[in-house]
């Protein structure tokens, strides 16, 4: 598994943009790169994932470099209701060439939107 | 379309007492998948199961753990014998399909307490 940074924690005003990076050195040219958030006593939720271009859905966008190395999820204007965890996650085939969806979860950035 | 269920949300358990935690997957999802959550821990892989099979259980502890997925009803995890260590949230996910791009949707998990 590609082995990811993030910073421990995050804060952010409410209404404003938040820019969440993810370092994934590792990551190899088959991963697609995954966001997961966990709010507050809840189970994961999936954000967005994306491989080699820019991504953008209804919840937030994706930014990825170009060569892959670090990519970062844009939340255009944070809300209470965005204060989670977020967990950057490479993810793809594994070393026997059977592809199947393990996450491997890392510590991922805790924000906080202030009101 | 209902998302995963678990249940029971809340369980208590005295030491040497056996825990069963079920997981219903999303309608049409064949893949299931439980992760622990140790208090202050990040979320950690335990088991991959198909109907019927058990695909990966790398991470699983090696004595008094199972699970199983038949091919009628819900998930199982059971944890045997149970102490205070094995406190924690378990999560269970479901995907459709097994590919490095698909989702897995999260139940709101089963907190697990031994006294």
């Known amino acids: 598994d590609a082995k990811t940074t993030q910073p421990n924690s995050m804060e952010s005003n409410e209404e404003e943009p938040v820019h969440l990076p993810c370092n994934h050195s590792?990551?190899?040219?088959?991963?697609?790169i995954h966001w997961y958030r966990q709010l507050p006593s809840q189970g994961p939720e999936y954000v967005i994932h994306?491989?080699?271009s820019n991504v953008n859905n209804r919840m937030a966008s994706l930014a990825i470099a170009e060569d892959r190395k670090s990519s970062t999820l844009i939340l255009h204007r944070a809300t209470l209701r965005d204060a989670a965890v977020y967990y950057c996650?490479?993810?793809?085939?594994?070393?026997?060439?059977?592809?199947?969806?393990?996450?491997?979860f890392g510590q991922g950035t805790i924000l906080t939107v202030h009101p | 379309n209902a998302g995963v269920m678990q249940n029971p949300r809340h369980l208590v358990r005295r030491r040497g007492q056996e825990a069963r935690l079920r997981c219903s997957p999303m309608?049409?999802?064949?893949?299931v998948y439980w992760y622990r959550q140790l208090p202050e821990e990040g979320l950690k892989f335990m088991v991959y199961?198909?109907?019927?099979?058990?695909?990966?259980e790398s991470g699983m502890p090696k004595e008094r753990f199972s699970a199983e997925f038949p091919k009628e009803g819900p998930s199982i995890l059971r944890i045997q014998q149970v102490v205070r260590g094995d406190s924690a949230a378990y999560f269970c996910?479901?995907?459709?399909?097994?590919?490095?791009?698909?989702?897995?949707?999260f139940g709101p998990g089963t907190r697990l307490t031994v006294l």
């Open positions: 309608k049409g999802h064949s893949h």
């Open positions: 994306g491989l080699t």
């Open positions: 199961l198909q109907k019927e099979n058990i695909i990966d």
């Open positions: 590792t990551i190899s040219g088959t991963d697609y």
């Open positions: 996650i490479p993810g793809g085939l594994n070393a026997g060439g059977t592809s199947y969806g393990k996450l491997t």
């Open positions: 996910a479901s995907s459709l399909l097994i590919t490095n791009t698909d989702t897995q949707y």
